[in-house]
């Protein structure tokens, strides 16, 4: 059974870059069968996707979230079997519970993360 | 973007109880539509598939139906194991999207 595992810096300063990233295991992020997808939920809020990644690197992110625009980035580590998420400029809006998931065929998220929790604190 | 609203937000029920949450997208999304449950301190699990395909493992108490813009989650029997927010999710179109929530109490 595929496995997803979020890991980065749980405190990030403003302004700097919020890095995570998720290690797959039981599956491989270079199949064509499935998506990888970040999701973040705001304390106490609703889930909000933030983007997905496909295994030939292609990437798309919310324009709905006009306050990620321009800073985010979904990448793919294939040789690690990983993807990550880089958000920069961070502010105290940026602070939530970050999720990766693998989504079946670009579609539902199928299996998730447990999720790691960024604070944006000086 | 779709816009999906739930109802109601928050739902005390007690045990055996049948429970019934709505899910409303602000356009047809066709079976496109998703249901999962999130209890605190937990990433969520995948309940219900197109709108309504059980996914593996799922208790049979939890069903879905719907389609086009009108969707429900209905959990037959509620046990206490149930307590948690649902989400619906759709994947009709980019950028995904998720309802708001409602909580499930058990009295």
């Known amino acids: 059974q595929v496995h997803l595992q979020e890991s980065g810096p749980g405190l990030v300063k403003p302004s700097q870059t919020l890095s995570l990233t998720c290690t797959v295991s039981?599956?491989?992020?270079?199949?064509?069968?499935?998506?990888w997808s970040w999701i973040r939920q705001h304390p106490g809020k609703a889930l909000e996707w933030i983007g997905n990644i496909f295994y030939s690197g292609g990437a798309y992110y919310n324009p709905s979230i006009l306050s990620l625009k321009s800073r985010v980035t979904i990448s793919l580590d294939t040789s690690k079997n990983q993807f990550s998420l880089k958000l920069s400029s961070v502010t105290a809006a940026d602070t939530a519970v970050y999720f990766c998931?693998?989504?079946?065929?670009?579609?539902?998220?199928?299996?998730w993360g447990q999720g790691t929790l960024v604070t944006v604190s000086s | 973007e779709v816009v999906l609203t739930q109802s109601p937000d928050f739902q005390s029920v007690t045990p055996k109880e049948k429970v019934t949450i709505t899910c409303r997208a602000s356009?047809?999304?066709?079976?496109?539509l998703h249901w999962y449950q999130q209890k605190p301190d937990q990433s969520p699990k995948l309940l219900i598939k197109y709108a309504s395909q059980s996914f593996s493992g799922v208790p049979s108490r939890f069903s879905g139906s719907g389609s086009g813009t009108d969707f429900t989650l209905t959990i037959n029997s509620l046990e206490a194991e149930d307590a948690a927010t649902y989400y619906c999710?759709?994947?009709?179109?980019?950028?995904?999207?998720f309802g708001q929530g409602t909580k499930v109490e058990i009295k």
């Open positions: 039981g599956g491989s992020i270079s199949s064509d069968t499935y998506y």
């Open positions: 356009q047809s999304i066709g079976s496109s």
């Open positions: 999710h759709q994947s009709s179109s980019l950028p995904r999207t």
């Open positions: 998931a693998r989504e079946a065929g670009g579609s539902y998220p199928d299996y």
